[in-house]
């Protein structure tokens, strides 16, 4: 086991410390990282993803940049959800469509038809694009509370806990 001897903050992040609700969304990534990386497990990227995650939530909108975290993280972790179209068919149009964690995304109404179990319904895909720091523009007004339940659902039947707020 190593032993810490010496350490140096290079960031502090100043503009998050300011802000309750971004200091909040911060503590919560930490604990998301330590409840999903256990001792002598080394995941590649996710502490690049947190640092960078961490610099846009000091300047962007905090609900916005947890969504992109949590799904990039999601996907470093080996769960890349696919919501740009249906999973099975490769649809983009459809009346509707429900989210599958055991699916990995998204079924759309003809694909999901005949199954009892319900998923996370969704009117419209989310294009890939919207999953960068820059995507905010590419997000459709009242999908983000889906997309937070979503994620939510995917944390909770991939990795097994609640990605809520502590
Ligand atoms: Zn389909």
Redesign the pocket.
Known sequence: MGQLLQCEAVECFEKLRVSYPKTVTALQWIKILSRTLHEGINVHGVYDLLRESLGFLQDKDETFIDLVYQYLLLARLGYRLDLAR??????QQ?KRFEFMASEGGL??????SGRSVPGIVLSQVIPDGAWTFFGENLWSNGVVPRVQGLLKNAFLELLGFDNNRY
């Open positions: 249906c999973v099975r068919c490769g649809s459809s079924l759309c109404a003809s694909c999901h």
